[in-house]
């Protein structure tokens, strides 16, 4: 068992390391009927937004040498809908599950998370296990101290702040101050062509690996919070690699689409090794 928040008096207990991160498992059903989603250590949804998202009108994906861009934007039919539509789901799922949530306005982050927050099991317990709050490259220790406060002014669980691959130091330390995780990172943005049409998104494969390690190398040495690798991670030998080198839990991205069978694989074995 790994323990991601042990200085918030929730916590957040995870079986094993090995998480799906946001956008990749939809809100915990994209996957149903083909790999057994509960054998990884937490969910990351989708985003969610106070509002419906429309998302992109581009085209949204285009394969790479190293990968393949994707964008979706923010794609999302808002917070009461995501509940509407998944509250039955999330009351049977044995893992826990992290809302994503974007940078929003302070006071839509905070209606967003009191909602998420709200919702229980019979028994009283919180379905959503924790907040991931993704931060955008532009934005400043300022924006980053009101977006939590947000957050967590009518909601009592746990934070991890997803940071910007390259997050200068002010912004790794005030993210710091208030999270319980940090995420590293967001992937890097890029373009490629689908036909003659240009994707413009963010870049994901197995190049990511290295700078991932780099990141999170340099991190370690400023922060003394768990951190979370995310990016460029396909293999078992990826995943004790960055777990050996400063990580305390990964999140998987990619892989999903390439093979999650892979995926369930790897968090399967390390579920025995945990």
Not at 222 to 231: K, S, T
Not at 235 to 240: F, G, H, I, N, P
Not at 248 to 255: H, I, M, P, Y
């Amino acid at each position: 068992m790994i323990e991601l928040a042990h200085q918030h008096k929730i916590g957040l207990m995870l079986a094993n390391p090995v998480m799906i991160a946001a956008g990749f498992a939809g809100y915990g059903k994209a996957y149903h009927g083909l790999i057994n989603i509960e054998t990884f250590g937490a969910i990351v949804t989708n985003p969610i937004t106070l509002r419906p998202e429309r998302g992109t009108t581009q085209p949204r994906l285009a394969e790479t040498s190293a990968g393949f861009i994707l964008n979706t934007g923010q794609q999302n039919p808002g917070v009461k809908k995501v509940i509407k539509q998944n509250q039955n789901f999330w009351a049977h799922l044995k893992v826990p599950l992290i809302a994503h949530l974007p940078a929003d306005e302070p006071s839509d982050l905070h209606r967003t998370a009191r909602a998420l927050a709200s919702i229980t099991t019979p028994q009283g317990h919180p379905l959503i296990a924790a907040f991931e709050l993704g931060l955008p490259p532009e934005c400043t220790p300022r924006d980053v101290k009101a977006w939590l406060e947000a957050i967590q002014s009518d909601a009592p669980l746990p934070v991890l702040i997803k940071l910007p691959l390259g997050a200068p130091l002010h912004l790794i330390e005030a993210a710091a101050a208030s999270a319980v995780a940090l995420v590293i990172s967001t992937p890097p943005l890029g373009s490629a062509l689908n036909g003659s049409e240009l994707v413009i998104g963010h870049l994901y494969g197995a190049a990511l690996h290295s700078l991932i390690l780099q990141e999170i190398q340099l991190i370690r040495q400023q922060v003394d919070l768990p951190l979370v690798a995310v990016g460029g991670i396909h293999t078992l030998a990826d995943v004790q690699n960055f777990l050996s080198h400063g990580a305390t839990a990964v999140q998987l991205d990619s892989l999903l689409f390439i093979d999650p069978q892979q995926a369930e694989m790897m968090a399967a074995e390390l579920t025995n090794g945990f």
